[in-house]
């Protein structure tokens, strides 16, 4: 009754892990892409 236990807890882990490494993903990849070219639209609607 124990390794059903551990298989769900193991699941778990992994699934937070994943999303703990796809959220440092897409903050990376909002500091890259996103927050440049929003700032760049918002530099030219000001400009304009």
């Keep these: 009754s ?3 236990q551990f298989l769900w807890f ?3 882990n992994n699934i937070t ?3 703990h490494e ?3 993903l897409l903050l990376v990849f909002n500091l890259i ?3 440049p070219s ?3 639209s918002f530099h ?3 400009h304009t």
């Design 38 to 40: 929003s700032l760049l």
């Design 33 to 35: 892409f996103v927050r």
């Design 44 to 46: 030219c609607f000001i």
């Design 2 to 4: 124990k390794y059903p």
């Design 10 to 12: 193991t699941k778990i």
């Design 17 to 19: 892990f994943f999303l």
């Design 22 to 24: 796809s959220s440092a």
